[in-house]
Protein backbone atom coordinates (compact mmCIF):
# COMPACT_ATOMS: atom_id res chain seq x y z
CA UNK A 1 0.00 0.00 0.00
CA UNK A 2 3.09 2.49 0.17
CA UNK A 3 3.16 3.29 -2.75
CA UNK A 4 -0.87 4.31 -3.45
CA UNK A 5 0.41 6.71 -0.37
CA UNK A 6 2.52 8.99 -1.65
CA UNK A 7 0.04 11.89 -1.52
CA UNK A 8 -1.18 10.77 1.50
CA UNK A 9 -0.90 13.54 4.91
CA UNK A 10 -2.13 12.60 8.11
CA UNK A 11 -3.53 15.27 10.23
CA UNK A 12 -2.13 14.87 13.68
CA UNK A 13 -5.06 15.57 15.32
CA UNK A 14 -7.08 12.88 14.05
CA UNK A 15 -4.77 10.54 15.42
CA UNK A 16 -4.08 13.24 18.69
CA UNK A 17 -3.47 10.65 20.91
CA UNK A 18 -0.31 9.79 19.64
CA UNK A 19 2.58 11.51 21.16
CA UNK A 20 4.69 12.90 18.59
CA UNK A 21 7.18 10.23 18.69
CA UNK A 22 4.47 7.68 18.57
CA UNK A 23 3.37 9.70 15.24
CA UNK A 24 6.36 9.68 13.36
CA UNK A 25 6.97 5.64 14.24
CA UNK A 26 3.49 4.94 13.07
CA UNK A 27 4.00 6.92 10.12
CA UNK A 28 7.63 5.26 9.31
CA UNK A 29 5.72 1.44 10.03
CA UNK A 30 2.57 2.58 7.58
CA UNK A 31 4.61 4.44 4.88
CA UNK A 32 2.99 7.63 4.96
CA UNK A 33 4.56 10.20 4.06
CA UNK A 34 3.35 13.40 5.28
CA UNK A 35 1.64 14.95 9.00
CA UNK A 36 -0.35 18.04 9.07
CA UNK A 37 1.14 19.54 12.93
CA UNK A 38 -0.83 21.74 15.40
CA UNK A 39 0.79 24.02 17.30
CA UNK A 40 -0.10 23.00 20.64
CA UNK A 41 1.43 19.88 20.37
CA UNK A 42 4.55 20.86 18.44
CA UNK A 43 5.00 23.27 21.22
CA UNK A 44 4.84 20.90 23.95
CA UNK A 45 6.84 18.81 22.59
CA UNK A 46 9.42 21.34 21.54
CA UNK A 47 9.70 23.28 17.98
CA UNK A 48 13.05 22.37 17.39
CA UNK A 49 12.67 18.78 18.92
CA UNK A 50 9.98 18.34 16.83
CA UNK A 51 11.40 19.84 13.63
CA UNK A 52 14.40 17.65 14.29
CA UNK A 53 12.11 14.54 14.84
CA UNK A 54 10.29 15.07 11.40
CA UNK A 55 13.20 16.00 9.67
CA UNK A 56 15.34 12.62 10.82
CA UNK A 57 12.54 11.06 9.64
CA UNK A 58 12.18 11.88 6.56
CA UNK A 59 8.71 12.97 6.62
CA UNK A 60 7.53 15.76 5.41
CA UNK A 61 5.31 18.41 6.85
CA UNK A 62 2.32 19.68 4.94
CA UNK A 63 0.78 22.15 7.08
CA UNK A 64 0.74 23.77 10.29
CA UNK A 65 -2.66 24.85 12.06
CA UNK A 66 -3.50 27.00 12.94
CA UNK A 67 -3.54 30.37 12.68
CA UNK A 68 -6.49 33.36 12.21
CA UNK A 69 -8.72 34.32 14.67
CA UNK A 70 -8.59 38.10 13.65
CA UNK A 71 -11.89 39.25 14.08
CA UNK A 72 -11.37 41.17 17.72
CA UNK A 73 -12.50 44.50 17.54
CA UNK A 74 -10.60 45.92 20.96
CA UNK A 75 -7.06 47.16 19.36
CA UNK A 76 -5.10 45.36 22.42
CA UNK A 77 -6.95 41.70 21.31
CA UNK A 78 -5.82 42.70 17.89
CA UNK A 79 -2.52 43.19 18.60
CA UNK A 80 -2.32 40.12 20.66
CA UNK A 81 -3.18 38.18 17.59
CA UNK A 82 -1.25 39.36 15.05
CA UNK A 83 1.77 38.85 17.30
CA UNK A 84 0.40 35.17 17.74
CA UNK A 85 0.32 34.88 13.98
CA UNK A 86 3.47 35.97 13.63
CA UNK A 87 4.74 33.67 15.53
CA UNK A 88 2.56 31.09 13.55
CA UNK A 89 4.74 31.87 10.34
CA UNK A 90 7.79 31.75 12.30
CA UNK A 91 7.15 27.95 13.82
CA UNK A 92 5.76 26.69 10.32
CA UNK A 93 9.06 27.79 8.70
CA UNK A 94 11.23 26.34 10.99
CA UNK A 95 8.93 23.02 10.97
CA UNK A 96 9.60 22.92 7.35
CA UNK A 97 6.48 23.91 6.04
CA UNK A 98 5.29 26.28 3.44
CA UNK A 99 1.22 26.22 4.68
CA UNK A 100 0.13 28.06 7.45
CA UNK A 101 -3.57 27.07 7.55
CA UNK A 102 -5.99 30.15 8.94
CA UNK A 103 -9.26 29.74 11.04
CA UNK A 104 -10.25 33.24 10.59
CA UNK A 105 -12.37 34.10 13.42
CA UNK A 106 -16.20 34.32 14.54
CA UNK A 107 -18.20 37.96 15.67
CA UNK A 108 -16.78 39.39 19.14
CA UNK A 109 -19.23 39.07 21.86
CA UNK A 110 -22.15 41.57 21.26
CA UNK A 111 -21.75 42.03 17.36
CA UNK A 112 -23.84 41.00 14.55
CA UNK A 113 -21.55 42.76 11.76
CA UNK A 114 -20.04 40.13 9.66
CA UNK A 115 -19.25 42.60 6.77
CA UNK A 116 -17.43 44.50 9.58
CA UNK A 117 -15.30 41.06 10.91
CA UNK A 118 -14.60 40.20 7.38
CA UNK A 119 -12.72 43.74 6.90
CA UNK A 120 -10.96 43.19 10.13
CA UNK A 121 -9.41 40.08 8.59
CA UNK A 122 -8.74 41.76 5.28
CA UNK A 123 -6.65 44.18 7.54
CA UNK A 124 -4.68 41.55 9.28
CA UNK A 125 -4.01 39.59 6.08
CA UNK A 126 -2.18 43.00 4.46
CA UNK A 127 0.25 42.78 7.70
CA UNK A 128 0.64 38.73 7.75
CA UNK A 129 0.91 37.98 3.98
CA UNK A 130 4.59 39.96 3.81
CA UNK A 131 5.76 38.74 6.93
CA UNK A 132 4.61 35.26 5.56
CA UNK A 133 6.49 35.81 2.64
CA UNK A 134 9.58 36.57 3.98
CA UNK A 135 9.48 33.54 5.67
CA UNK A 136 9.11 31.37 2.67
CA UNK A 137 5.35 30.68 3.96
CA UNK A 138 2.25 31.03 2.58
CA UNK A 139 -1.11 31.62 4.23
CA UNK A 140 -4.82 29.21 3.10
CA UNK A 141 -7.62 30.71 4.46
CA UNK A 142 -10.22 28.08 5.55
CA UNK A 143 -13.83 28.23 5.20
CA UNK A 144 -15.80 26.46 7.83
CA UNK A 145 -18.97 25.20 7.58
CA UNK A 146 -21.61 28.02 8.11
CA UNK A 147 -22.39 26.44 11.63
CA UNK A 148 -19.35 27.99 12.87
CA UNK A 149 -19.53 31.36 11.63
CA UNK A 150 -20.88 33.11 14.59
CA UNK A 151 -18.21 31.74 16.75
CA UNK A 152 -15.14 30.33 15.06
CA UNK A 153 -15.14 31.43 11.26
CA UNK A 154 -17.18 34.29 9.19
CA UNK A 155 -15.76 32.63 6.14
CA UNK A 156 -18.25 30.10 5.24
CA UNK A 157 -17.67 29.70 1.94
CA UNK A 158 -15.02 29.62 -0.95
CA UNK A 159 -16.28 32.45 -2.52
CA UNK A 160 -16.06 34.43 0.61
CA UNK A 161 -12.62 32.84 1.10
CA UNK A 162 -11.26 33.67 -2.22
CA UNK A 163 -12.31 37.84 -2.36
CA UNK A 164 -10.51 37.89 0.29
CA UNK A 165 -7.61 36.06 -0.32
CA UNK A 166 -7.41 37.68 -4.00
CA UNK A 167 -6.52 40.94 -2.19
CA UNK A 168 -3.38 39.63 -1.68
CA UNK A 169 -0.68 38.04 -4.07
CA UNK A 170 -1.43 34.14 -4.68
CA UNK A 171 2.10 33.40 -3.30
CA UNK A 172 1.24 35.09 -0.05
CA UNK A 173 -2.80 34.43 0.73
CA UNK A 174 -4.38 31.19 -0.81
CA UNK A 175 -7.23 28.90 0.53
CA UNK A 176 -7.89 25.73 2.25
CA UNK A 177 -10.26 23.33 0.46
CA UNK A 178 -11.96 20.95 3.38
CA UNK A 179 -14.36 18.24 2.06
CA UNK A 180 -15.90 18.71 5.55
CA UNK A 181 -16.76 22.39 5.54
CA UNK A 182 -17.65 23.19 1.68
CA UNK A 183 -19.21 19.77 0.11
CA UNK A 184 -23.16 20.91 0.59
CA UNK A 185 -22.02 23.95 -1.36
CA UNK A 186 -23.16 23.53 -5.19
CA UNK A 187 -21.01 26.74 -6.10
CA UNK A 188 -17.88 25.10 -4.89
CA UNK A 189 -16.64 23.23 -8.16
CA UNK A 190 -16.71 26.81 -9.75
CA UNK A 191 -14.66 28.30 -7.01
CA UNK A 192 -11.55 25.26 -7.09
CA UNK A 193 -11.53 26.20 -10.59
CA UNK A 194 -11.23 29.72 -9.73
CA UNK A 195 -8.67 29.70 -6.91
CA UNK A 196 -6.82 26.65 -9.27
CA UNK A 197 -6.23 29.26 -11.87
CA UNK A 198 -5.07 32.11 -9.62
CA UNK A 199 -2.35 29.43 -8.07
CA UNK A 200 -4.25 29.47 -5.11
CA UNK A 201 -5.15 25.90 -3.52
CA UNK A 202 -2.94 26.00 -0.32
CA UNK A 203 -3.91 22.73 0.66
CA UNK A 204 -6.85 20.23 0.16
CA UNK A 205 -8.20 18.39 3.13
CA UNK A 206 -10.33 15.53 3.71
CA UNK A 207 -13.16 14.43 6.21
CA UNK A 208 -16.43 12.87 5.70
CA UNK A 209 -20.02 14.27 6.96
CA UNK A 210 -22.12 11.96 9.10
CA UNK A 211 -25.29 12.66 10.96
CA UNK A 212 -26.47 12.47 13.36
CA UNK A 213 -23.84 14.77 14.23
CA UNK A 214 -22.58 14.45 18.11
CA UNK A 215 -23.53 17.28 20.74
CA UNK A 216 -21.22 19.99 20.31
CA UNK A 217 -20.48 19.77 16.89
CA UNK A 218 -16.92 19.80 16.50
CA UNK A 219 -16.13 16.51 16.99
CA UNK A 220 -18.61 15.42 14.22
CA UNK A 221 -16.01 14.53 11.24
CA UNK A 222 -16.37 11.19 10.26
CA UNK A 223 -13.82 8.94 9.03
CA UNK A 224 -13.50 8.53 5.05
CA UNK A 225 -15.83 6.21 3.80
CA UNK A 226 -18.87 6.77 6.54
CA UNK A 227 -20.17 9.72 5.26
CA UNK A 228 -22.24 11.51 2.27
CA UNK A 229 -19.24 12.58 1.04
CA UNK A 230 -18.15 11.55 -2.71
CA UNK A 231 -14.26 12.06 -2.12
CA UNK A 232 -13.16 10.99 -5.40
CA UNK A 233 -15.38 13.80 -7.01
CA UNK A 234 -13.76 16.48 -4.76
CA UNK A 235 -10.42 14.68 -5.83
CA UNK A 236 -11.11 15.35 -9.06
CA UNK A 237 -12.32 19.18 -8.82
CA UNK A 238 -8.84 19.81 -7.31
CA UNK A 239 -6.83 18.49 -9.49
CA UNK A 240 -8.68 19.75 -12.64
CA UNK A 241 -7.74 23.06 -11.26
CA UNK A 242 -4.13 22.24 -11.15
CA UNK A 243 -3.65 20.01 -7.58
CA UNK A 244 -0.78 18.10 -7.69
CA UNK A 245 -0.34 18.52 -3.37
CA UNK A 246 -0.42 16.79 -0.80
CA UNK A 247 -3.80 15.10 0.77
CA UNK A 248 -4.47 15.22 4.07
CA UNK A 249 -6.82 13.82 6.31
CA UNK A 250 -8.13 15.68 9.35
CA UNK A 251 -10.59 14.00 11.33
CA UNK A 252 -12.42 15.14 15.27
CA UNK A 253 -14.29 12.25 16.29
CA UNK A 254 -14.57 11.13 19.56
CA UNK A 255 -15.35 8.45 18.83
CA UNK A 256 -11.24 7.75 16.84
CA UNK A 257 -9.32 9.28 19.06
CA UNK A 258 -11.07 6.69 21.77
CA UNK A 259 -9.37 4.27 19.68
CA UNK A 260 -5.48 3.10 19.76
CA UNK A 261 -3.48 5.80 17.36
CA UNK A 262 -1.92 3.31 15.38
CA UNK A 263 -5.03 1.47 14.35
CA UNK A 264 -7.05 4.42 13.75
CA UNK A 265 -3.54 5.36 11.18
CA UNK A 266 -3.89 2.11 9.82
CA UNK A 267 -7.64 2.46 9.16
CA UNK A 268 -7.45 6.02 7.66
CA UNK A 269 -4.80 4.86 5.32
CA UNK A 270 -6.94 1.86 4.12
CA UNK A 271 -9.82 4.46 3.81
CA UNK A 272 -8.16 6.90 1.54
CA UNK A 273 -6.88 3.99 -0.94
CA UNK A 274 -10.48 2.52 -1.15
CA UNK A 275 -12.47 6.08 -1.41
CA UNK A 276 -10.12 8.69 -2.48
CA UNK A 277 -7.69 7.08 -4.81
Not at 43 to 52: D, N
Not at 79 to 97: M, P, S, W, Y
Request: glycine share 10%; proline share 4%; charged share 25%.
Amino acid sequence: MTGSLSRFSINQMTVKQLSMPELVDACLELGVPGVGLWREPVRTYGLEATAKLIRDAGLTVTTLCRGGFFTAIDPAERTKALDDNRRAVEEAATLGTEVLVLVSGGLPAGSKDLHGARERIADALAELGPYAEQHGVRLAIEPLHPMYASDRCVVSTLTQALDLAERFPAHQVGVTVDTYHIWWDDRAPAQIARAGAGGRIHTFQLADWTTPLPEGVLNGRGQIGDGAIDMREWKAYVEAAGYTGAIEVELFNDGLWARGGREVLAETAERFVQHVL
